[in-house]
């Protein structure tokens, strides 16, 4: 299982291939994710928003624990494997943080309960239920896609839960971020890709970052950089990597992320789940043009 120090570095939220026909297309996923094995990541998000977590069932989350474990095994590399199980229920989250620490994952990531608006207390109480459960806890604030923003006294709450080991902070909030690391609390794993290098220069411990599906040798070594304080180099490599993380989010994630993903080969096609649809045609221009570059 995973633990408070573990969270540092590059982690990878990884897709859910799919067939034209919107069923799993786990061929596909085991080529694509052999590939990711080759790099100096530190874990695997399954289940993650880029996982397309709101169209994937319960049992296909199980197919693809299975999958990941089978090909880390055939690639010889083991990695943390973090399962997305928030819901903005407490109970199905509590019953899915049960399922995946059955499942043998290392630790669940769990997004603030979006949609139901609740009071900061309840949301303290939603993790401190998630937390309870003994599989270390990751929390997820992505106001954007929530729809609720946490005070920052309650992300503190949150944190010093214990079982809770960290936070991905996708508010791209510095100050926030430096108020946190000042006082001394659990990492925080930047999650909005645009902002990973300041992120990381105000105390972000690593990200958990779509992006880094692509051109994932170049984001490890991003984190190198300034780990070792080569800022000016780490500033150069983010300035080259930015036109891509620009146009990855361009339109919603992971949409333009698996068109790229189908374009090199790794995935068979580019299929999404509705209401997730395809990427527009002027983005399929600009996505050939940088891929070309
Ligand atoms: O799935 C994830 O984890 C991520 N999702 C974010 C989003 O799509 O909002 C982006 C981030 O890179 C990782």
Redesign the pocket.
């Given at each position: 299982m995973l633990n408070e120090r573990d969270l540092t570095g590059t982690f990878v939220?990884i897709i859910t291939p799919f067939l034209p026909t919107e069923d799993l297309d786990l061929e596909s996923y085991q080529r694509y994710l052999a590939n990711l094995l080759q790099y100096n990541i530190q874990g695997l998000?399954i289940n993650?928003?880029?996982?397309e977590a709101p169209t994937v069932t319960w049992e296909e989350v199980i197919m693809l624990v299975a999958a990941t474990k089978q090909t880390m095994t055939s690639c010889n590399r083991e990695l943390p494997i973090i399962v997305g199980t928030g819901t903005n229920s407490t109970r199905s989250t509590i019953q899915r943080t049960v399922l995946a620490a059955e499942l043998g994952a290392d630790a669940v990531l769990v997004v603030t309960p979006y949609y139901s608006r609740p009071s900061q207390d309840g949301v303290l109480e939603h993790f401190r239920r998630a937390a309870d459960v003994g599989i270390p806890v990751i929390v997820y604030e992505?106001p954007a896609?929530t729809g609720l923003q946490l005070t920052p006294e309650t992300v503190r709450s949150i944190l010093d839960l214990q079982g809770v080991i960290g936070l991905k902070d996708?508010t791209s909030n510095t100050q926030l971020l430096t108020r946190l690391v000042q006082s001394d609390t659990k990492p925080i794993l930047c999650?909005n890709?645009q902002s990973y290098l300041d992120m990381l220069a105000h105390g972000a411990s690593g990200g958990?970052?779509?992006?880094a599906n692509v051109r994932t040798e170049l984001f490890v070594q991003l984190f190198q950089h300034v780990t070792q304080g080569e800022m000016t180099e780490a500033q150069h490599l983010f300035n080259s990597l930015s036109p891509l993380i620009h146009a990855l989010f361009q339109e919603s994630?992971p949409a333009p992320l698996k068109w790229v993903l189908a374009e090199q080969g790794l995935l068979d096609s580019a299929s999404l789940r509705l209401p997730m649809s395809p990427i527009s045609a002027e983005l399929t221009e600009q996505l050939h043009s940088l891929l070309r570059s």
């Open positions: 939220p998000v993650g928003t880029t996982g992505v896609r996708s999650g890709d958990i970052l779509a992006s994630n």
